[in-house]
C-alpha cells in the first residue's frame, strides 16, 4: 500500500539507502526494509540450502520493490503537473511515501494525484498481460521461469493497484473519495465523512486480520485507524485557526486599534479598502 502523500516523515525517523534521484527525486530504500529483506533472504536460505531460491526471492523482493517504486514516483510527477515538490521518496514493508511538499488546494488535483499511483500498478498489469503471450509455453507443462515471475509481477501490481484503491484515508482511494466529496462540499465535511469510513474499513482489516492470522492486515488497519483520526483532527483545527483569524480580523480589540483610526472612519470600509488596493495593484504602463 502507499501511505499519504502529503504527510512528511517524521522528522526523528531515520534514512534509509539512498539509491539515486531518477526525474531529479531521491528514492531512498528504509532501512527497516532492507533489514526485512535481509532476514527474510537469509531464512529463506536457511530453509532451502539453495542459492537459487535465494536469487529467486531477491528477484521477486526487486519486482515488489520496482512496482512500490513506481507508484510513487505516479504520485510524485503528477503532483508536479500542479506545481508541488516533491523532497524524496521512500520505501517501507508496509509501502511507499512519496513526501510532497505540500497539500493540493484544489480537490481536482487532490483527486488526480491520488489516482496516478495505483493508475500506474493498473497500466503495469496492462502490460504484464500483453507480455504473457511472448514467455507463455506448453499449457500443459508447468510454468517456465518467465511465466512465474510475469505471473508474480501481475498478481503484486493488482493488488497494489486494486488494495490502494479501498476508500479508507489516507490510502489512495480514501483520498479519491475525499476529493469527489470536496467538489460538493467543504473540505472540512469531506474530511469528516471520509475519516469516518476510514475508520469503519480499518476497524475490519484489524479485525480480519486478528481472526485469519494476518497480521500485515491488522497492522495496517491500525495504521489507518490512526492517520485518519489524525487527518480529521489536522483539518478540524485548521478550520477552527481559520474561524479565529477571521474573528480577530472582523473585531479587532478596541484597546489594539491604531488611534488613527478613531480619526479616519472610512479606514474600515472594505468597499473604499478594495479601491484602493484595486489601484494600487494595477500595473502602470
Ligand atoms: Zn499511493
Redesign the pocket.
Known sequence: M?AP?NEPLHPSLPNGLRLGAPFGITLRLHWSFLLLGAWLGLSTFGQTGSVTALLSFFLLGAIVFGSVAL??YG?ALTARRYGIGTREITLLPIGGIAQLEGSPANPRHEFWI?LA??AVNLALVVIVLALYPVVEGDPSSPPGPGESVLGFALYVNLFMGLF?LLPALP??GGRILRALLALRMPALRATQISATIARLLAAAMMGYGLIQGQLMLAVIGGFVWITAGAEKHRMELEAEMRRRVRRTRADPPLNTRPAEDWENPDRDDPLKNARVVGRGATPRR
Open positions: 502507499s502523500p507508484h510513487e504520485h491520488a499511483g495505483p490502494n490510502m489512495d
